[in-house]
């Protein structure tokens, strides 16, 4: 099928459609789900602007159930960003698949999901009723209700009101059915609790359904940087994406100059390579007129290719120093350890960089915690489908007798893992867990050996110390009356001596 | 040697104190030499118990448990223990006496007003440690001012000597008229034998066979002295049965034909495996066995019809009995008990009063005088 004719297909399918039939891998299957997907897509978005605008995200969530046996909620989402300007308020909220990260490889967290316009949708399918918008953009302060039109694809803008105003930020209200709140691994709070973690420089505020209030305060005041838009390497791309990368491009009238300016690595050198090894696809044809067939043979011809290895530039990992504020921000464990790992690359071309925190004890063990995995691509939680992600499998086949935590799911530990990439590699369109590609499980499994080696001696420290002073402490208690019996007993005078003696004896034994 | 309340005190007692204070004297060098203070009791479990061929009776062997005041698996108990110590000293300096309860209501109190522990939480935690007492300062707990309860009754020609609460009173057995004198806790402290005239002990299960003996005047007629444990034989009883032996008196026991009645006998005899660690002082290997036997039914012909059926519970200790290298090594021990199992039969004592009243008397008499008993 060539790609005119997929679009022509496209069309002819009513949106509403795609989005029921696709709902499955766009994240709305199950009540739980849905509800996180959503937080998902708003916080996301919430946070990729303010990154871009340079803003210390503040963020305000509220969940409000409406009919709790017909599975209603209202949700609101509010972020002190940059707003929305009037004229992309509809594209961005009312659109599908018309988010500004399309085809931009670049690190950020929307990439999964279907963006807010989905929201909407889900919003209009499930309630019948638009979303409320409030954007705060230049001093001026838009209010509006956002729908989509199934027939066209294209937003409805109504009861527009515009005022001056201070207020700075992105205000959404809506209504969702066929979803569910629920204090749970999966559930709403844990992805904000694990967002908060991920995000040290965010501020969140959540109130459940219950009116219980919930602040994670930030950790620090550092923005990180903004992601650097870098070339997709070729390694990085199946025919999918090359098609994709090519359907939007008009600037180039041929294939060798489109190769040449839009992805990195690729010289004249690399192009006359890749014409001897395929000498019959047509690299002077019109990149718009690219069909699958050649797109298959190219991205396999790049395979064969040696190329110097894509620049890692793109990746901004949260970092050891933020992990750990994070980590006793929100959790605050008893010990923490943080172990960064240089750039390393999957596929041949795609960086990627693997971030472990093992936490122990303290807070973790107060709230009941144990050998919990917390797994986040680029900053964000991935709740679901751990079964078959490469960092659950291979934090499973760790040995941990090796590091004196035998129970492993019985010690108070909470181990996260955040892979950073311009390019996660998903095992399924849900987007919530990583594929196990050799390296990646390599990496994290260095990763997480590596800090269980430092933990491990903390721990064991720890336990011994703990273990000593509970011992002490045990005999300690018993001193000051045996001491007194003793002086009876024996018809000696100085009980004083007696206990200062033997209580001496025990910090001795035991360690002071 | 004289108490703090300038009573003088028996020779019992004083060695009891003075091992009290040597224990803490020990302890207390210890601590001075920067050593954990320690404690040694012998080990009281089963696997530590042997009969002692020489002496005939149970006694505990070699084994002993070494505890250590930092040792923190131990150092509650050490605790516990100097406080019992310190606690029945105080008993003895005072000249009070109480029971093991009592002493476990004395040192029932919390460890401090910040900690969540007493002392004692219950009261097995302190007979534990009281009997740990005895056996490593080789005394009994009498010696400690700690009373049991009295339970055996005693009447016959010999007359005590009891001081005791200040008073001195003499005990007059021939004088205690149907209801006999009640035998003490302690028979040693305080308590002398005057005059013992008698000459044999007799011992009988039953207290409704005792008051029955006692009617007949019994231990006039045959010149006795006439003691019931009312079943099995309380600390004091036993204790006093020693000392009667120890007087130079023959023993003579007179119990049911059961399992039950000869343990009793066996307990007298040889002592107890939960008392192996007082030893000799609780035991009498002279006692003589006088009935009721197996054989008895065989030679009376009217007790056949007076047996009933052995329990389980009588066949098992029977069993067990077999199993016992001091009983078993009495051939006329392992005939009865084998008779037991085979028969499956057993019968009271009281049935000997089957045909009159009187019988059990002449039954007594004649068994003596012929020498009819079992080692």
């Known amino acids: 099928m060539s790609n005119g004719e997929m679009a022509k297909n496209f069309k002819e399918h009513s949106v509403a459609e795609f989005f029921k039939k696709n709902k499955q891998m766009l994240g709305f299957s199950g009540k739980i789900r849905s509800l996180t997907t959503i937080l998902h897509e708003y916080i996301t978005n919430s946070l990729d602007a303010c990154q871009e605008a340079k803003i210390l995200p503040e963020i305000y969530v509220e969940i409000n159930e409406i009919e709790k046996e017909n599975d209603k909620y209202q949700i609101i989402v509010e972020d002190n960003g940059p707003g929305i300007p009037k004229s992309h308020i509809g594209k961005a909220l009312g659109m599908m698949l018309s988010g500004t990260k399309f085809h931009r490889f670049i690190q950020q967290r929307g990439q999964q999901g279907i963006g807010a316009a989905g929201c909407t949708m889900f919003s209009m399918l499930t309630v019948g009723k638009p979303i409320k918008v409030v954007s705060g953009h230049n001093k001026k302060t838009i209010e509006c209700e956002v729908s989509v039109d199934f027939k066209t694809n294209k937003p409805i803008i109504e009861n527009e009101k515009e005022n001056e105003g201070e207020f700075e930020g992105l205000k959404i209200e809506a209504q969702f059915g066929e979803v569910k709140y629920e204090k749970s691994n999966y559930g709403a709070y844990e992805y904000i609790r694990r967002t908060a973690l991920a995000n040290p420089y965010l501020k969140i505020t959540f109130k459940d359904p219950s009116g219980q209030i919930e602040i994670f305060q930030r950790s620090t005041e550092l923005l990180p940087p903004k992601p650097v838009e870098i070339l997709p390497h070729p390694l990085g791309i199946g025919p999918h994406d090359l098609l994709e990368i090519a359907k939007v491009e008009k600037k180039y009238t041929k294939m060798s100059s489109f190769f040449q300016n839009r992805f990195s690595r690729f010289s004249a050198s690399k192009v006359a390579e890749l014409k001897e090894i395929i000498p019959d696809v047509d690299l002077n044809i019109s990149p718009e007129k690219l069909g699958w067939q050649e797109a298959e043979k190219i991205t396999s011809a790049f395979s064969k290719i040696k190329w110097i290895a894509p620049s890692p530039d793109g990746i901004t990992p949260i970092g050891q120093e933020l992990i750990e504020k994070s980590f006793i921000n929100v959790l605050n464990p008893e010990m923490v350890e943080v172990t960064e790992r240089k750039p390393k690359i999957y596929r041949g071309g795609i960086p990627f960089i693997v971030e472990v925190g093992i936490g122990y004890g303290g807070g973790i063990e107060a709230a009941g915690k144990k050998g919990e995995v917390m797994r986040f691509a680029n900053r964000s939680p991935l709740l679901f489908d751990a079964g078959g992600c490469a960092i659950t499998e291979t934090i499973k086949s760790i040995d941990w007798k090796r590091y004196d935590l035998k129970n492993f799911e019985e010690e108070p530990i909470v181990i996260v893992v955040n892979i950073s990439s311009v390019h996660i590699p998903y095992t399924s369109a849900g987007k919530q867990a990583i594929s196990p590609e050799e390296e990646i499980v390599d990496e994290i499994k260095n990763a997480v050996m590596e800090t269980c080696r430092t933990i491990q001696k903390h721990i064991s420290s720890k336990k011994k110390e703990r273990e000593m002073e509970g011992k002490r402490k045990a005999i300690s208690r018993y001193i000051g009356q045996f001491s007194k019996d003793l002086t009876e007993l024996s018809e000696s005078s100085d009980s004083e001596k007696i206990k200062e003696i033997l209580e001496s004896m025990i910090g001795e034994k035991y360690g002071e | ?375």
């Open chain 2, 1 to 375: 040697m004289v108490n703090k309340m300038g009573k003088k005190i028996d020779i019992d007692e004083e060695t009891a104190l003075q091992r009290l204070k040597n224990l803490g004297k020990k302890m207390y060098i210890e601590v001075l030499s920067r050593e954990s203070p320690t404690f040694n009791t012998p080990l009281r479990s089963k696997s530590n118990i042997n009969y002692d061929a020489s002496s005939e009776c149970l006694k505990l062997g070699e084994k002993e448990e070494r505890r250590t005041l930092l040792n923190v698996s131990q150092s509650r108990t050490f605790m516990q223990t100097v406080a019992i110590a310190n606690k029945t000293k105080k008993f003895l300096d005072e000249n009070l006496h109480t029971s093991i309860r009592g002493l476990y209501y004395q040192l029932k109190f919390s460890l401090g007003e910040d900690l969540d522990e007493s002392l004692f939480e219950e009261q097995g935690e302190s007979n534990a440690l009281i009997e740990d007492l005895e056996a490593s300062l080789k005394i009994k707990r009498e010696d400690l001012h700690l009373t049991t309860d009295r339970k055996g009754v005693l009447a016959g020609p010999i007359k005590i000597r009891d001081v005791f609460a200040g008073d001195e009173n003499i005990i007059d057995g021939e004088k205690q008229g149907r209801s006999g004198w009640m035998i003490t806790s302690d028979v040693d402290n305080g308590m002398s034998f005057l005059d013992v005239r008698a000459n044999y002990v007799l011992v009988v299960e039953k207290d409704a066979l005792w008051q029955r003996l006692n009617e007949d005047k019994f231990w006039k007629k045959e010149n006795c002295i006439l003691i019931t444990p009312k079943g099995q034989a309380s600390r004091g009883t036993r204790r006093m049965i020693r000392k009667l032996a120890d007087a130079g008196l023959p023993v003579y026991v007179f119990t049911d034909c059961d399992a039950w009645g000869w343990y009793i006998y066996w307990t007298i005899k040889t002592g107890s495996m939960n008392l192996a660690y007082l030893g000799r002082a609780f035991a009498t290997p002279e006692a003589r066995f006088l009935g009721v036997t197996m054989s008895d039914i065989e030679k009376f012909e009217f007790l056949q019809k007076l047996t009933i059926k052995a329990k389980d519970i009588d066949i098992k200790r029977a069993e067990e009995m077999l199993g016992y290298e001091w009983i078993s090594k009495h051939k006329e021990w392992v005939i009865e008990l084998k008779k037991v199992l085979k028969t499956g039969k057993k019968i009271e004592q009281d049935a000997l009063q089957g045909q009159r009243l009187t019988f059990v008397g002449e039954y007594i008499q004649d068994k003596i005088k012929n020498k009819e008993w079992l080692p």
